[in-house]
């Protein structure tokens, strides 16, 4: 069983929707990063999160600690939104475990 | 700002030989960080430095190896290299620990 589990794998939405993609770990985590990789492999950092909640835009991420869980809910979704989004946990030993990535595609 | 540069873009090396990537991070940002990213096993990371020291290493055979300058510019070195190690090869700089910067990577090609 992986560290970090996403769910979905995939996710195809219609311009508009609201989107929500989960992420839990079974280690002790400091720290929850949600990142965005493009087609051509560029990745950005969305948000970091040791507790509650982040809004960034139309970017939300939350963390329930004791669940060992996050989401990251996109609203009202346009086609730009499509991308691979990875979480990933900062380890006790400092490194950075990620899971899989959940591929997104918003249709216009 | 420049943001985070790597070079070179794409390698092409045969089994055996080593090969040194090269990460300048923003300007400022003392910590840099090092992934591998491959289709099977995903993002996983390798090691990171701050102030020239090794903080962190991943879970990663002695082959790959980095260190880091006095002006932060990092280089990693893979020795020995097998084909399993084709992978694209991110760093990442940051000020705070909040926000990472990803450089758009090396791709290398083991033939």
């Known amino acids: 069983k992986n560290e970090v589990e996403q769910s979905p794998q995939n996710l195809t939405a219609q311009e508009g929707e609201f989107i929500t993609i989960n992420c839990s770990y079974s280690?002790?985590?400091?720290?929850l990063h949600w990142l965005q990789q493009h087609p051509g492999g560029g990745i950005v950092s969305l948000f970091m999160?040791?507790?509650g909640k982040k809004k960034h835009g139309r970017l939300i991420a939350t963390i329930n600690i004791q669940e060992k869980h996050s989401s990251l809910h996109i609203t009202a979704s346009h086609p730009r939104d499509s991308a691979v989004y990875i979480c990933a946990v900062g380890g006790s030993q400092g490194n950075l475990i990620f899971g899989k990535g959940t591929k997104l595609s918003v249709k216009p | 700002k420049a943001g985070v540069t790597q070079t070179p873009r794409y390698l092409i090396k045969t089994r055996g030989q080593q090969v040194t990537l090269s990460c300048s991070p923003i300007s400022g940002h003392r910590s840099v960080s090092w992934y591998q990213q491959t289709p099977g096993q995903g993002l996983q990371f390798l090691f990171e430095y701050f102030s020239e020291t090794q903080r962190n290493k991943g879970n990663f055979p002695g082959r790959f190896s980095g260190r880091q300058f006095s002006n932060s510019r990092s280089e990693m070195n893979v020795s020995t290299l097998e084909l399993g190690d084709s992978a694209l090869y991110l760093c990442?700089?940051?000020?705070?620990?909040?926000?990472?910067?990803f450089g758009s990577g090396t791709q290398l090609s083991v033939l």
């Open positions: 990442a700089s940051s000020l705070v620990p909040e926000k990472l910067f």
């Open positions: 280690v002790g985590i400091s720290a």
């Open positions: 999160l040791s507790s």
